[in-house]
């Protein structure tokens, strides 16, 4: 079974920053897929950014420049570097690590930008 844990939310004005981290535990895999998607109310979940454990990168064109995702294959970690935020990130971030041929997702954490 795999758990993964994330930390790093919380409310930020626009213009700041915050980092995301997502910590798996497990039965992990060498080959795998890490990242964060992301869901505001009223609308689907959607990509932000992934990244392989090759550190192959997929990231969503409205966060590019702006977020940067990364990973710590050692310690099974993921990270998502947030700057510039506008109100419009606002939304609950879920972790989610592939690893054929299954998908896992956190619990989510709650990122706000508001003045």
């Known amino acids: 079974q795999v758990q993964l844990v994330e930390s790093g939310g919380g409310l930020v004005q626009p213009g700041g920053s915050l980092r995301l981290s997502c910590a798996a535990s497990?039965?992990?895999?060498?080959?795998?897929?890490m990242g964060w998607y992301r869901q505001a109310p009223g609308k689907q979940r959607e990509l932000v950014a992934t990244?392989?454990?090759?550190?192959?990168?997929n990231a969503a064109d409205s966060v590019k420049g702006r977020f940067t995702i990364s990973r710590d294959n050692a310690k099974n970690t993921v990270y998502l570097q947030m700057n510039s935020l506008k109100p419009e990130d606002t939304a609950v971030y879920y972790c989610?690590?592939?690893?054929?041929?299954?998908?896992?997702w956190g619990q989510g954490t709650q990122v706000t930008v508001s003045s």
């Open positions: 989610y690590l592939a690893q054929s041929p299954a998908v896992y």
């Open positions: 497990g039965n992990i895999l060498s080959i795998n897929r």
């Open positions: 990244i392989t454990s090759a550190g192959r990168i």
